[in-house]
């Protein structure tokens, strides 16, 4: 059974993506992006000026088709301005999260074969040189997956794949050039990248950068900035929908979290925090945004991550097989997924079956809308049940003495797995309290059978739980 969008495919422009997302902005005094903390800003004339002067300076210095360059930054005004500079001459870009260690820093770009690295506070310039002609076929950046189950990979998106991706979103998601984007999640991610960036551009809108800080100063920001559309991950969802203090006068239309399963009560509470329907959306490095909650559809099936993106195809089957299944994993067909692995054709060759990509992800369909379950690698065989320790800790952090929750399979010789948790309290809470309320919320063969207390718990930039770093710590 093929699944598809309510909405007919969309006719993809052959074009770059900075042809594609700047097209209009050469003549538009409009702002595009300013920071919150530091000022800097950016006209969408500005912007476009720069992206040209800087992708021939870029020339100027060597930089040509084949090449990669790399981009490790915070957000920031001149990240766009960069970000399509490098684009604009030929070359990809790779982007890197600025906070890894140098180590990292440098497995990354050997892994992304980088050629150079740009210094967004010393771009290169130039009137005179002539960029190369775009190939909307070629590849024009390389993002890294996040690693959850496994070493990073590097993933290759072409211009065709982005352009893609940026038109599926604009019929069901209708940003305008009156929206102000709260631009705190990482340009260097998929989801800060494709839906926050490069969405925003491509509407005219306003993009208001701005740094992590804690609950209340994050607000205070949406509200200074007059923001309307905002986007959040699940630990920043939880963080608003337990903010103590009083919440500004906020003029939001729509709010959007991804990235990782969303507990429903939690999305309620951040809703009423915020005054604006909270909702989920779906997408993954190696397809962009696949699915979402249109504009004018937002009361249907709150819960769920939405409907596909017009052109975008999905199976629901068998784990590692091509079975039809009721719950089982998704698999994705559309002209935004990857072009694979960079330098990893096992991988690649792994990911894709009779040219369907495989997400890895658990999911099931209703009216047409789907639900995010667990990752299919981490749910839990109990006695040859399966547990999603998603749905798991989305009961632990219901309970008052709960702040933070991750449930793993640990081995165990007469069950073969059991449900494992690692929890951060406030508050007096034992062991066995916790394991008491979650029996009383699940099936006798989902319950915890073990507590660990904790710190921290270890989370990717998109805030996704790192069950693998908790499994490490039990070996």
């Avoid at 959306?281 to 709150?302: I, K, R």
Wanted: charged share 20%; net charge negative; glycine share 8%.
């Amino acid at each position: 059974m093929i699944y598809r969008s309510p909405l007919p495919a969309v006719a993809v422009p052959e074009r770059t993506v900075p042809e594609h997302v700047l097209e209009h902005a050469r003549h538009n005094d409009k702002l595009a992006l300013v920071d919150a903390v530091t000022g800097e800003s950016l006209t969408y004339a500005e912007l476009a000026r720069l992206v040209e002067t800087t992708a021939k300076g870029l020339v100027r210095n060597g930089i040509k088709p084949g090449d990669t360059v790399a981009i490790a930054s915070l957000n920031r005004p001149a990240f766009a301005v960069g970000l399509h500079a490098v684009m604009a001459a030929g070359a990809t870009v790779a982007l890197i999260n600025p906070t890894l260690t140098p180590p990292e820093i440098a497995r990354l770009k050997e892994l992304a074969n980088v050629t150079a690295t740009l210094d967004l506070d010393d771009l290169p310039a130039s009137d005179t040189d002539s960029l190369p002609p775009g190939n909307p076929l070629s590849t024009a950046v390389v993002l890294f997956s996040s690693g959850t189950t496994g070493l990073t990979k590097a993933v290759k998106l072409s211009h065709r794949a982005l352009v893609a991706n940026l038109e599926q979103h604009r019929p069901g998601w209708r940003i305008d050039e009156t929206d102000v984007l709260a631009a705190n999640l990482p340009f260097f991610h998929v989801y800060g990248f494709a839906i926050v960036l490069n969405s925003g551009l491509l509407a005219g809108a306003t993009l208001v950068t701005m740094p992590r800080s804690d609950t209340g100063t994050y607000l205070q920001r949406l509200a200074e900035h007059g923001v309307t559309r905002a986007f959040l991950v699940p630990p920043l969802a939880a963080a608003i929908a337990d903010h103590p203090g009083p919440v500004p006068e906020l003029g939001l239309k729509l709010v959007l979290c991804g990235a990782a399963p969303l507990d429903d009560a939690v999305r309620r509470e951040a809703e009423l925090r915020l005054g604006a329907p909270v909702r989920q959306g779906y997408g993954l490095t190696e397809a962009g945004g696949t699915h979402q909650t249109f504009d004018d559809d937002v009361e249907s099936d709150p819960a769920s991550v939405g409907v596909l993106c017009p052109g975008t195809e999905a199976r629901i089957v068998q784990p590692g097989t091509t079975t039809d299944a009721a719950e089982g994993e998704m698999l994705l067909r559309g002209p935004q997924v990857m072009d694979g692995y960079l330098g990893d054709d096992e991988a690649t060759r792994e990911a894709f079956v009779d040219g369907w990509l495989r997400t890895g992800d658990l999911v099931r369909v209703h009216n047409g809308r789907f639900h995010v379950v667990d990752r299919v690698k981490e749910m839990i065989k109990y006695k040859g049940y399966q547990v999603a320790p998603a749905e798991l800790e989305a009961v632990l952090r219901r309970h008052p003495s709960v702040l933070d929750a991750a449930v793993i399979g640990a081995a165990d010789r007469a069950n073969g797995e059991i449900p494992k948790a690692f929890v951060v309290t406030q508050g007096d809470v034992t062991a066995e309290e916790l394991m008491t309320f979650v029996a009383a919320e699940v099936a006798p063969y989902k319950k915890v059978r073990e507590v660990v207390f904790v710190q921290e718990i270890p989370k990717s930039v998109s805030g996704k739980v790192l069950r693998r770093l908790l499994k490490d710590t039990q070996r």
